[in-house]
Nanobody
Framework: EMQLVESGGGLVQPGGSLRLSCAASGFTLGLSLMKWVRQAPGKGLEWLSAIRSDGRTYYSDLVKERFTISRDNVKNTLYLQMSSLKTEDTGVYYC??????????????RGQGTTVTVSS
């Protein structure tokens, strides 16, 4: 059974940084398309970033040059390093496996989410 567990969320001031982790089990993360999506308060799911099995990465214009997606194949863990955080980055962040490259709602498995609050 595919399982994803996110961690690392919390409260951070605008301009700050945070690193999210997503521990995978039941499948090999490095062989899968992995994505980060988020849901801001009162809004729908929003695609942020993806990493393909070949290591190529993709970013939404909203987070490009501020967020970095990466993975540790030994730990079977996905990461999202976030910097220069803005109040509009507040939301619940989910990692997801499979589906289409840019699909926020299209995935084979998704974690339970971790909450990021950017506020002074």
């Amino acid at each position: 059974e595919m399982q994803l567990v996110e961690s690392g969320g919390g409260l951070v001031q605008p301009g700050g940084s945070l690193r999210l982790s997503c521990a995978a089990s039941g499948f090999t993360l490095g062989l899968s398309l992995m994505k980060w999506v988020r849901q801001a308060p009162g809004k729908g799911l929003e695609w942020l970033s993806a990493i393909r099995s070949d290591g190529r990465t993709y970013y939404s214009d909203l987070v490009k040059e501020r967020f970095t997606i990466s993975r540790d194949n030994v730990k079977n863990t996905l990461y999202l390093q976030m910097s220069s955080l803005k109040t509009e980055d507040t939301g619940v962040y989910y990692c997801a496996a499979g589906g289409s490259l840019y699909g926020a709602r299209d995935f084979d498995s998704r974690g339970q989410g971790t909450t990021v609050t950017v506020s002074s």
